[in-house]
């Protein structure tokens, strides 16, 4: 793809960040015989040329990135204490891609238009809603206009505690190699909450990429990281003592890490008439879940086709619906002021509830009766402690908590 000169140069849309949302919305673009026409110039500063981060996700229909998968798994398994199910996914699949993959296979994409996109290595400065467009100025000092500019930077919150929750869910993976049989590559150790949960949620999560190889993770829903070694020590207890695994019985050939934002502040879809947001910056990581992928793809989706039909983004950007996120509300809430009761809710959905529909119900796509029937299935007392403190404004604090 050609570099953009050192001049103001006019664009259909700009693209300000080359990350998963970025170089999603660009690839939809792409894919779109109605918007060829179209010049986009898509702004990164790294190259995207290593391998910093995987992406899970689980479909009942075909995706575009379906050939990327480094696995699929059509069982999972959910572990606690007292209840132990392996679920056949029916016409789910749950897959991985890696993101080095997703880069190579998006930007080669991009490559073979070359006068339709454009791509800058270069970092956004200001980016402004002017009449009947956007301005750019990049810190190498070049500017650029456009019809519409799609940022999917990281958004920048001013917290405020009083009213909103802040989480985060974060995590250490070893994709480890053993010197024997280990894992089922069929099934995904989706959630195993078996472990101590110290007044948090915390869970391993294994995915098996055959029998000898798999990621391992420790996760947490929580306010705040720990010292890596703690991520570590719970990571040898699980190889130890469920894998029976000695330190001569495996190597690390990677390591994965993350922090990611779970939080019900308001993250507008847009900002003014021509800035449109994407991905974490439009709330694509579901606040309950941390999932992100499939619903950065479905964003990306809604807006190429409504730019191929009318030549202008949806009024409804993301098609989210409000009682969902009350949903991801309640539960950021109990994770709060009670993390530890987290695993008995999780046990309780998947113990009472086919995992289609739990996975309709995290997809956002059920009915007002599944809505019903999954609530039901729960133990109601947190949840209705949970919709006292949204009644009054005030999140929910731990018990031993002021507030």
Excluded: C
Excluded at 153 to 178: C, K, S
């Amino acid at each position: 793809m050609p570099e953009a000169p050192k001049s103001m140069l006019a664009y259909d849309y700009l693209l300000v960040g080359g990350g998963a949302a970025g170089l999603s919305l660009a690839y939809h673009l792409a894919q779109e015989p109605r918007l060829a026409n179209k010049r986009v110039l898509l702004i990164e500063p790294e190259a995207k040329n290593r391998n910093d981060r995987t992406w899970s996700f689980w479909a009942d229909e075909p995706t575009p990135f379906d050939a990327l998968a480094v696995g699929e798994w059509r069982k999972i398994v959910f572990r606690s204490p007292g209840f132990a199910q392996i679920f056949d996914l029916g016409r789910y699949r749950y897959r991985t891609i890696r993101g080095l993959d997703f880069y190579q296979f998006v930007q080669q994409a991009l490559a073979s238009l070359p006068t339709q996109f454009t791509v800058l290595r270069d970092e956004v400065l200001t980016l402004e809603n002017t009449l009947g467009g956007v301005r750019v100025r990049t810190v190498a000092g070049q500017e650029f206009t456009a019809s519409y500019a799609f940022d999917s930077r990281p958004p920048a919150i001013e917290p405020r505690p009083d009213t909103y929750r802040y989480l985060l869910q974060h995590f250490v993976g070893w994709e480890i190699e053993t010197t024997r049989d280990v894992f089922d590559p069929e099934v995904v150790e989706f959630m195993d909450f078996r472990s101590a949960q110290q007044r948090e949620a915390r869970f391993m999560y294994v995915l098996p990429f055959g029998p000898r190889r798999a990621l391992v993770e420790y996760t947490l829903f929580s306010a705040r990281v720990l010292p890596k070694a703690e991520y570590e020590t719970q990571l040898l207890d699980y190889l130890a003592n469920n894998l029976e695994l000695i330190a001569a019985d495996y190597r690390i050939t990677a390591e994965e890490t993350g922090a990611i934002p779970m939080t019900d502040h308001p993250l507008p879809a847009r900002v003014g008439a021509r800035i449109i947001n994407l991905g974490t910056r439009a709330g694509r990581a579901k606040p309950s879940t941390g999932y992100a992928f499939r619903r950065i793809q479905a964003q990306s989706a809604r807006l190429a086709a409504a730019l191929a039909a009318t030549g202008q983004p949806p009024a409804d950007l993301t098609g989210d619906r409000w009682q969902f996120r009350l949903f991801d509300t309640l539960l950021l809430d109990i994770m709060q002021r009670q993390g530890e009761m987290t695993r008995d809710i999780f046990r309780q959905l998947f113990e009472r509830n086919p995992v289609a529909r739990i996975f309709r119900f995290l997809d956002e796509k059920t009915s007002w009766t599944d809505n019903l029937r999954v609530m039901s299935s729960v133990a109601p007392g947190p949840f209705m402690r949970s919709i006292a403190h949204v009644l009054r404004g005030r999140p929910g604090q731990r018990k031993d908590s002021a507030g």
